[in-house]
């Protein structure tokens, strides 16, 4: 029997997608009136080999060899399709792999070759029973015995002839982007894979999964704007959840321990290759632990994440990473005074600042402190220059609400940014537990929202009330999930990494 691999035939007229939905449509129609045939209603199909499988425990056969004693049953999308007289080749894929069909009228009967070769096109899905065999030219095929149509698809498989590239169209269509690229598929299970390894290693040291709320009263525990919804019952406004770090603190006061919740914030903030407003965090908090754990965890997890899959030592953008050596450590003061030569431990007055500021360009509004221009430094001149791993420490109190003081320079605090490749990855700080301290700095919170920065951070009054009653030495962590599976996919996007990514409506 020849089972010589048969040329691409040329590609069809091309016409719109709504004229192609509209024959299939048509051709559906027909299908149910002709053969008197409902591919949605068939019964299940019970498919015993992935594709895998079969390539898998078929790779040994030679070319024009046949597995004789074997037959295989399995199921898949048709990704192409060659017609001729009495003979047709079909490229189909799962979940798993891809594989070549061969389907011959004389080993499926007429009936069922001729139904196959009229209703069967690209996109839909066919159970498939046969024996597996190796082509002349080498492809391991399955040579059909049963076609049976299980879903018939009424869209045209994307772009069919030059794969889907438009990414408005991705975005917009994620499964059909995941039909027509692969690699898309292989992300998003290399991100499942990364999340199960930061659940391991935190499961690992003994601490506890749990969910916080996503709606609250109060939006804390971040600087950030925040959306807003309103609840009927309670009649009053409420808000989508910008972290959950103050119900995390208040776990560790109810003695649990050790806790991390990963899970969905909500920022209404711009979107760009960094930012999407709905993104995945995880947050860990120990009792008993100071900003210098955290560091070790930071690198631990995302160690074991890059083994997980595949290397500790990756490629992103063309920038070689090694994640198995140390990550660099350098404190705020010093970035700004490596990249500028301004050295702001020598600057005591807000004013001399502000000048500084103007000298270098940098948009201020007028009442800025030194040391929020210190971090307006950093972020002009540092940020882009940190590439390999880096912990960046001692942020000034004034934008660390949250954070310890540094008990040798009370100004700022123990707390540190991860950057890699430019981008911050983790933020974590010695979680400040004196009440009092707490308070004042939420009122200093409060008098910037009340003069209209939007993105201060509320006064959680409960929150002091729970620290008051005693929240141990604690060290916590922040990590975006999203950015550590681009630095670990090589992907270049926050909207590559995320299944459905906010878009503006279309219409």
């Excluded at 998003?188 to 040291?205: C, E, G, P």
């Excluded at 001692?394 to 707390?415: F, Q």
């Excluded at 010695?430 to 939420?442: K, T």
């Excluded at 975006?480 to 996919?489: E, K, P, S, Y």
Aim: proline share 5%; net charge negative; glycine share 6%.
């Amino acid at each position: 029997m020849n089972t010589t691999d048969q040329p691409d035939n040329a590609p069809e007229e091309i016409i719109s997608e709504d004229e192609i939905v509209r024959q299939r449509k048509d051709k559906l129609m027909r299908l149910r009136e002709e053969e008197n045939y409902d591919p949605y209603v068939h019964e299940k199909w019970d498919r015993v080999h992935t594709l895998q499988y079969i390539k898998e425990n078929f790779s040994h056969l030679e070319p024009e060899q046949f597995a004789e004693n074997s037959e295989v049953t399995t199921a898949g999308r048709v990704m192409a399709l060659r017609k001729h007289g009495k003979a047709m080749f079909a490229n189909i894929a799962d979940e798993t792999e891809t594989l070549q069909l061969y389907l011959q009228l004389n080993e499926m009967g007429e009936d069922a070759y001729n139904f196959a070769k009229k209703w069967v096109d690209t996109g839909d899905w066919v159970g498939i029973t046969g024996k597996p065999c190796r082509t002349r030219s080498g492809e391991l095929t399955v040579f059909v015995k049963e076609c049976c149509l299980l879903s018939k698809s009424l869209m045209p498989l994307p772009e069919k002839w030059h794969g889907l590239t438009d990414t408005e169209i991705r975005y917009r269509r994620r499964y059909t982007d995941m039909i027509a690229n692969p690699e898309v598929r292989d992300v998003f299970r290399k991100r499942a894979k990364i999340i199960a390894s930061v659940r391991k290693t935190l499961d690992d040291h003994g601490t506890l999964e749990v969910e916080t709320p996503i709606l609250s009263s109060i939006a804390g525990g971040a600087n950030a704007r925040p959306f807003t919804t309103f609840h009927n019952t309670f009649a009053m406004s409420m808000y989508l959840r910008i972290a959950t770090e103050l119900y995390l603190k208040r776990l560790i006061v109810g003695m649990l321990g050790r806790v991390y919740e990963i899970g969905k914030n909500f920022r209404n903030e711009g979107v760009d290759t960094m930012h999407n407003p709905e993104f995945t965090a995880m947050e860990v908090y120990w009792a008993f632990a100071d900003y210098e754990d955290m560091m070790n965890l930071a690198e631990e997890l995302i160690r074991n994440a890059a083994s997980a899959v595949g290397s500790r030592q990756v490629v992103w953008s063309g920038i070689e990473l090694d994640f198995d050596k140390p990550f660099k450590r350098i404190t705020m003061l010093d970035a700004v005074k490596e990249e500028t030569g301004i050295d702001f431990m020598t600057i005591t007055d807000d004013e001399q600042a502000r000048k500084l500021a103007k000298e270098k360009h940098i948009e201020i509004k007028g009442n800025e402190s030194r040391f929020v221009i210190l971090s307006l430094f950093f972020e002009e001149f540092c940020e882009d220059k940190l590439v390999e791993p880096t912990f960046v420490i001692g942020h000034p109190v004034e934008i660390s609400p949250l954070s310890k003081r540094d008990p040798e320079n009370p100004d700022y605090t123990h707390r540190f940014e991860l950057f890699i490749c430019g981008k911050e990855v983790a933020n974590a700080f010695s979680e400040l537990n004196d009440p009092i301290d707490q308070r004042g700095r939420f009122e200093d919170q409060f008098k910037k929202k009340e003069a209209g920065d939007e993105e201060a951070h509320d006064f959680d009054e409960d929150f002091i009330n729970a620290i008051e009653s005693g929240l141990p030495p604690t060290g916590g962590m922040g990590v975006g999930i999203d950015r550590l599976v681009m630095f670990l996919t090589d992907s270049h996007s926050i909207r590559d990494v995320i299944p459905f990514p906010a878009m503006r409506p279309k219409n």
